[in-house]
Structures are given as structure tokens and as C-alpha cells.
């Protein structure tokens, strides 16, 4: 599950990749572009002594994820090897929509046994890839998608991907029960997110009929746990910060009772390349004693920030740059759960560094994540959208309820929605106003934006030349203004990426016309 990564190792893998180097850029993609493999498939880990079969994207090597160089196109054999439908999403790329990986939208889901070519030029940075069915993504059907820039392979440090997931031994349909007997719950109707409602020829249901198909009661019948936890906000209203309480946390496969060693140079530099793939989980990144640089966030550049801590929400990436101490040693990188004192992580040590024991369980429980979005109004990208004024404005509301739990986009939930319009090559700018108590992931397909207003709270409308994104947090009772170029003709996904939300409606669709 770890990749680690040296120029000097690159340089010298092969004659051949030095010699593609030097091709003009055109000759680059195309040498460099060779069809990749990809099995959406089961596999067995061992979480804290106990096995759990879950499911997994292998590439041709065995492990998970995909890796592509400088030039190279994302060319890729999909194969499903499970025995139940599925469609990956490839999440933080722009691809022709028909490649988009939404079921019914337009492609419907491959069938089992079914294989799939894609073909398109990459977006390069830190993305990833899972599946669009929300069920399968909460049984780790997700790995990463690195895509390496010129400037990647010019700098002399070690490239380290992490990817961190939430995990539970309950089948995610008794996750759902558990999370509200609230009047409205027996009202749910999973079967109203059918991505075919959009008149599509073949839609295949997110959830409800899908839920029981998709968890192949692999986990149906060991215990699950959960819970709405809570925590004041600065005005003193209770924000609801995890509603699951999962049975483990993830890093590169593992927790902290075995967490995995990464072998580093003495006085190197360290590339981060940090995935939160969990389905609905927040996390701090703690750098503990190195000071980190934050470089990138979902894939694209910012202006250098230094800390020790940084957060993010499902979905969204991060990219720190850590300068190691000249001596032996071992340096915990820890994600910590928002709100709680559960955490997991990786050990960074030299090659004699000794590596202690770390704490499943921190003192404290850590913060919740950028209520003020004091981290957000930091970000200042390194290339910007060019300035024109916004051919449409559009007000996006987001609200919902704990009981019943039900989740809404300008208050209609998928398959009751309401499209949002624009034209192709417009400009447009998107205000997400959260009207709940709890926060938001909101990520749209086939675009990346900028942020570019911040609000809520105790701060007033602010404007900023913010990070480019393709998924941003929204905090409760806050508004945050998103500003972007209309790309393909076509219906494109706006959805929260935290997956029960997502599975009880917050979801609707980016309609762009010619």
C-alpha cells in the first residue's frame, strides 16, 4: 500500500525511462503510455488481530493504486473481479464524462467479470480513486491515483503515499440502522438515489436494494457500534462531529498496533502525499516534532504553509514536505480523529532508528476541524483562476437532521432534486451555505475551483484568492463561495462526500449546456 519514491531511484530504474526524458512532450505521452491494469477485487487484512475481508483496487503488481509518470495517460483496463456490479469514480481528474465512473451517468456499472478501457490525459497531483456505489467505498473499495509532474522527478526526495480509511466489522447496512431510529427512518428511501433517475438508460441504485447486494455479508454478523458525538461551537450550539463510531482506523491498511515503517534518509527530505479515503471520518495530520510544509491540497499547488498540524475532510488530499533530522531516529506522522482520542499513522525512521511503541489512543481528544475555517482562509493557491467576472451565481443550502437522518441539497435529496444550470465556458460562482450541525464535504465532478469567499460565525463575508480544489469542507452554520469555469457539456455529480450523508440524499447534479 505504500509507495515510496527517490529521484535517484527513478533516474536509475531504467536506460529506457532516461532516454524517454529527453523525447519532445508529445513523443513523452506516448512512449511513456502503456495500458495499465486495474481488478476491483476482495482481499483479507489483518486488523488488530482479527481478519476482515474487504474489498480493494489491485494493480498489475498486486498492490493497491496506480502510479503515473510525467506524459503517461491515464490508459487503463478496468477489470471487475467481484461478484457483484461496480464503477470506480476518479476522484480529482476531469475526464470525458463518459468516463466519469457514476453509474447510469451515462455508463452504466460493470457487471461481474466485465472489463472497461479508459483512455484520457491526467490531471497530475495526489488523487485518488473509489468506487461511486457509497456502500462499497465504506469496505475500502478505494486505492490512490499519483499522477508525477515534471518537478516531481527533478526534486531529490522520497515520496511517501498514505491513504486513511475508517473501518467497522458491521455490514454498513446495520451501520445505517444504527445511526437513526428517529420517526423518519423507516421513511428512508435508499432507492430514490438511483443515479438513473437522471434519465439515463441504465441506472444502477446507490444504496437501499444495492446495500444488501454490495456488503456480501462478510461483516453482517459481528457486532457495530454508533453514536452521534457532539462538541460546543464558539456560540455555544452543539456541532455533531462523528456519527459512527468505527471499529478501526487506517493507515496504508494498518493501525497503530502494527503501524507501517517507512525507511527514510538521515537529513532527507520527505514528500507526504496524504489520501482521507474514509467514509466519514475527519482528520488532523500531526507532524509531531517536524515542522511540516504544506504544499499542495487536492492535488494542486498553494503557497507554502508551515505547521505542525493540518486537517481535512473525506475526500480531500493533502501534500506536506518534511525535512528530517541528520540523526538516527523515528518520527510518528498521525492522523487524529476529530473530536475523539482514537488516531493511527505511519513511522517515519532512519535505517538504525529505533521505533517505539505508539498509542492507539491519544491524552486528549483533538479539536474539531476548521469550524472557523481559520485553515481555509490560509490557503492561497500558486496559479489562480484568470480574473472574469461570474456569468451566473448560483446559492447552494445544505441542511439536514440527526432524527430523522436525512441529508439535503437545497432542501431535496437525490432524485427529488432540482438540477443546477450553467453553459459551457462560463464562469460561474457557487455559495454553499450550511444551514446544519454538521459539517460537509462537498466535491464536484468533472471541475476544479477555487475558493474564493469565506463566512459564518464570527467573520464576515470574506473574499480571498483561495486553494484550488475539487472537494471543500463546509462547517456548520458557515458559507463558503466556490468560483469556476463550466467544462464539458454534460450532467456532472455535486455531492457530500461523507457517505451516509450521501446515502440518505445529499446529492444533485452540475447540468452544463452548449
Excluded at 36 to 62: H, K, P, S, Y
Excluded at 232 to 245: A, V
Excluded at 443 to 466: E, T
Excluded at 479 to 489: Q, S
Aim: proline share 6%.
Amino acid at each position: 500500500m505504500s509507495f515510496r519514491y527517490t529521484r535517484r531511484r527513478f533516474m536509475a530504474t531504467t536506460a529506457a525511462s532516461a532516454a524517454a526524458l529527453s523525447l519532445p512532450a508529445g513523443l513523452l505521452a506516448q512512449a511513456n503510455s502503456p495500458l495499465q491494469t486495474l481488478r476491483a477485487t476482495r482481499r483479507t487484512l489483518d486488523i488488530d488481530g482479527q481478519a476482515a475481508t474487504v474489498f480493494g483496487l489491485e494493480n498489475a503488481a498486486g498492490r493497491q493504486g496506480l502510479i503515473l509518470n510525467p506524459g503517461e495517460r491515464f490508459k487503463v483496463r478496468l477489470e471487475n473481479a467481484l461478484d457483484i456490479e461496480t464503477i470506480i469514480h476518479w476522484h480529482g481528474q476531469i475526464p470525458p464524462n463518459d468516463q466519469d465512473g457514476v453509474p447510469g451517468a451515462p455508463m452504466p456499472a460493470l457487471r461481474p467479470g466485465e472489463t472497461r478501457d479508459y483512455d484520457f490525459s491526467p490531471l497530475a497531483g495526489t488523487h485518488w480513486m473509489h468506487s461511486h456505489f457509497p456502500v462499497q467505498e465504506m469496505q475500502l473499495l478505494a486505492a490512490p491515483l499519483i499522477v508525477r509532474s515534471q518537478d516531481d522527478l527533478a526534486q531529490d526526495r522520497q515520496e511517501v503515499v498514505l491513504i486513511l480509511q475508517d473501518f467497522s466489522f458491521t455490514s454498513p447496512d446495520e451501520l445505517m440502522a444504527n445511526i437513526d431510529h428517529g420517526p423518519g427512518h423507516g421513511a428512508m428511501d435508499h432507492g430514490a438515489m438511483d443515479h438513473g433517475a437522471m434519465d439515463h438508460a441504465s441506472g444502477t441504485g446507490m444504496a437501499g436494494g444495492m446495500m444488501s447486494r454490495m456488503t456480501g455479508g462478510d461483516h453482517g454478523d459481528m457486532p457495530g457500534m454508533s453514536r452521534m458525538g457532539a462538541m460546543p461551537d464558539m456560540q455555544g450550539m452543539e456541532m455533531d462531529l462523528n456519527d459512527i463510531d468505527f471499529d478501526a482506523y487506517l493507515a496504508n491498511d494498518r493501525t497503530l498496533s502494527d503501524p507501517e515503517v517507512v525507511r527514510v534518509e538521515r537529513g532527507g527530505r520527505v514528500r507526504l502525499r496524504i489520501i482521507n479515503a474514509a467514509a466519514a471520518t475527519v482528520f488532523w495530520i500531526d507532524t509531531g516534532s517536524i515542522e511540516g510544509r504544506l504544499v499542495a491540497v487536492d492535488g494542486h499547488a498553494i503557497v507554502p504553509r508551515s505547521g505542525r498540524r493540518f486537517g481535512f475532510a473525506m475526500g480531500q488530499r493533502l501534500d506536506l514536505e518534511l525535512d528530517l533530522p541528520a540523526e538516527e531516529g523515528a518520527w510518528p506522522i498521525l492522523a487524529l480523529r476529530e473530536g475523539e482520542r482514537e488516531r493511527t499513522g505511519i513511522i517515519l525512521a532512519s535505517p538504525s532508528g529505533e521505533v517505539a511503541r505508539v498509542a492507539e489512543l491519544s491524552d486528549e481528544a483533538a479539536p474539531a476541524f476548521d469550524y472557523d475555517l481559520a485553515q481555509e482562509s490560509s490557503l492561497q493557491a500558486r496559479a489562480s483562476l484568470p480574473r472574469r467576472d461570474a456569468a451566473s451565481r448560483e446559492m447552494v443550502m445544505l441542511g439536514g437532521t440527526m432524527s430523522p437522518y436525512r441529508w439535503t441539497i437545497n432542501d431535496r435529496t437525490w432524485g427529488e432534486h432540482t438540477p443546477i444550470q450553467a453553459r459551457s465556458g462560463e464562469r460561474v460562482e457557487m455559495m454553499f451555505h450550511n444551514m446544519s450541525m454538521m459539517a460537509h464535504p462537498m466535491h464536484l465532478h468533472g471541475h476544479v475551483f477555487q475558493v474564493v469567499g469565506i463566512g459564518g460565525r464570527n467573520i464576515g463575508m470574506q473574499r480571498i484568492d483561495g486553494a484550488m480544489r475539487d472537494t471543500v469542507h463546509i462547517p456548520p452554520m458557515s458559507m463558503v463561495t466556490i468560483a469556476f469555469d463550466a467544462g464539458e457539456a454534460a450532467r456532472w455529480m455535486l455531492h457530500c462526500h461523507h457517505m451516509p450523508h450521501l446515502i440518505t440524499g445529499m446529492m444533485t447534479e452540475l447540468v452544463v449546456t452548449a
